[in-house]
């Protein structure tokens, strides 16, 4: 009795410790709107970054970009049992002489362009007077509206000086920076052809066993994407330089070869395109075309331009991409914000890596989707 007495009591006292223990978990609506700010927070912490760090990002991926132009000519070298490091350096080196001859041969044309210049000066010099009576009028009517004592002009004349002056100097200064480090791009695009192999199966193992797989073709896909968009771009670049030049030269515009490559190159650029390819053909078109003539070379640049877009980039470009229309102008908005005219160049192939990682990962799925057409 006893006995029964002490083990009845026993389980009397461990009851509560073998009882079940509730868990209260956090209701689904608040999971999600957690879930959400973390992605916001997370987005705003990388755009920060892009806008600080722009000019240190923008020569990376030129650098990557340039690296995959140029592992072709490496593996070409490599049939005729070129090392990799000395055909790495040998690309490099022609990428090089090819800008210095590009430079030399623009600075010359220009400088011959801007000696030709007081033979047709005339009409050129009627257009800038009538803009600069105009804004001597507006100056003028101005002045009538607002009058200032002559201590508030001398004031703002002096504090104008002030503002060139630290103008100059931060200008300076910016493109000192900038020059520094482009001159890294050579040697990046360098060590990136010659590690190639070393960073993609080191990146490859940064990732758990069951997801190197996924992470290697992620990779791979990625690589075509880039090669695929830099080669789409120099064809239609090519073929727009080609017939715009053929079309120079019928209208009789000076240095048509030269122009044609630039308005031809010029035209690739997303939304401000257009305008920078009309700019050179049309100012070295005045004053030796007439109207017929320049109304020609708008019409020609427009009408190759919509041709590119609309025929040769879905074919030679769209397939790799699959990117809306919608999610190309936002993206070239938002990094044309954040990284200028080369923010323009980079955001399809950005936004394109970015819809091939999302597309394999699978929590990610569905913003691959909404970027995908």
Request: glycine letters at 6%; hydrophobic letters at 50%.
């Amino acid at each position: 009795m006893p006995d029964e007495y002490q083990r009845a009591t026993e389980e009397v006292i461990e009851a509560p410790a073998r009882s079940p223990v509730v868990v209260e978990h956090a209701p689904p609506e608040r999971d999600d709107v957690q879930r959400a700010a973390t992605v916001i927070l997370a987005v705003a912490a990388v755009l920060t970054i892009c806008y600080f760090a722009k000019l240190l990002l923008i020569t990376i991926f030129i650098s990557i970009l340039l690296a995959f132009v140029l592992m072709p000519v490496v593996e070409f070298g490599e049939r005729f049992r070129v090392p990799h490091s000395l055909g790495a350096m040998i690309a490099v080196l022609l990428v090089l002489a090819l800008l210095y001859g590009l430079t030399y041969f623009s600075y010359g044309k220009a400088v011959d362009f801007i000696q030709q210049l007081p033979k047709y000066s005339a009409k050129i010099r009627g257009y800038v007077m009538q803009f600069q009576k105009q804004a001597h009028e507006i100056q003028k009517t101005t002045e009538e509206v607002l009058p200032s004592t002559q201590e508030e002009k001398s004031a703002v004349k002096v504090t104008q000086q002030s503002n060139w002056t630290d103008t100059l100097t931060r200008g300076a200064g910016a493109v000192w920076e900038a020059l520094l480090t482009v001159s890294f791009i050579p040697f990046l695009t360098y060590f990136m052809l010659t590690w190639q192999e070393h960073a993609r199966a080191a990146t490859v193992m940064l990732f758990k066993m069951e997801n190197r797989n996924t992470a290697y073709v992620t990779l791979g896909r990625i690589s075509k994407m880039i090669r695929s968009f830099i080669v789409g771009n120099l064809v239609i670049g090519l073929f727009m330089s080609v017939i715009s030049g053929v079309v120079f030269a019928v209208l009789g515009l000076p240095y048509f070869y030269f122009l044609g490559v630039i308005s031809g190159f010029l035209s690739l650029i997303p939304y401000l395109g257009v305008p920078l390819a009309m700019v050179p053909p049309v100012v070295a078109g005045i004053g030796q075309l007439s109207g017929a003539g320049i109304l020609g070379i708008v019409l020609t640049v427009l009408s190759l331009h919509l041709f590119a877009i609309n025929v040769l980039y879905p074919k030679l470009i769209g397939r790799r991409l699959q990117l809306n229309p919608l999610v190309v102008t936002i993206s070239l908005l938002i990094w044309g914000w954040i990284w200028g005219a080369m923010g323009l160049i980079l955001a399809v192939p950005i936004t394109a890596a970015l819809k091939i990682i999302f597309d394999h990962v699978e929590n990610m799925r569905p913003y691959g989707t909404w970027l995908g057409e």
